[in-house]
């Protein structure tokens, strides 16, 4: 059974940082895809950063690149999302999602993916 778990949300000040981390079990990790979204209050689900793991190709979306960072700790089964100039606007709740890689409606810059396991989602609020 597959299984992600975010952490590492919480309050912080604008300008500020925050790194969350997604434990996944019960996955066999050979040509997987995973990737963080959010949701905004009164707002749809959109993605935000995505990992390819037969190759480690990373994209982003083009209003966090260059502030956020998508890596995997392969030892650790963990997908990392380090986030940095926090703006109000990236407050929300974050999700972690595994995939096959498949295509499906997720869109990215290089891509549309399938995902098939979510997690339970983390909060992140950024006040000024």
């Known amino acids: 059974q597959v299984q992600l778990v975010e952490s590492g949300g919480g309050s912080v000040q604008t300008g500020g940082s925050l790194r969350l981390s997604c434990a996944v079990s019960?996955?066999?990790?050979?040509?997987?895809?995973v990737a963080w979204f959010r949701q905004a209050q009164g707002k749809e689900r959109e993605g935000l950063a995505h990992?390819?793991?037969?190759?480690?190709?990373?994209t982003y979306q083009d209003f966090v690149r260059g502030r956020f960072n998508i890596s995997w700790d392969d030892r650790k089964h963990t997908l990392h999302l380090q986030m940095n100039s926090l703006k109000t606007e990236d407050t929300g709740i974050y999700y972690c999602?595994?995939?096959?890689?498949?295509?499906?409606?997720?869109?990215?810059?290089?891509?549309?993916?399938?995902?098939?396991?979510w997690g339970q989602g983390t909060q992140v609020t950024v006040f000024s």
């Open positions: 999602a595994s995939g096959w890689c498949s295509s499906g409606s997720w869109c990215f810059p290089r891509g549309c993916y399938e995902y098939n396991h």
């Open positions: 019960g996955y066999a990790y050979n040509g997987y895809c």
């Open positions: 990992f390819r793991g037969a190759d480690g190709d990373t």
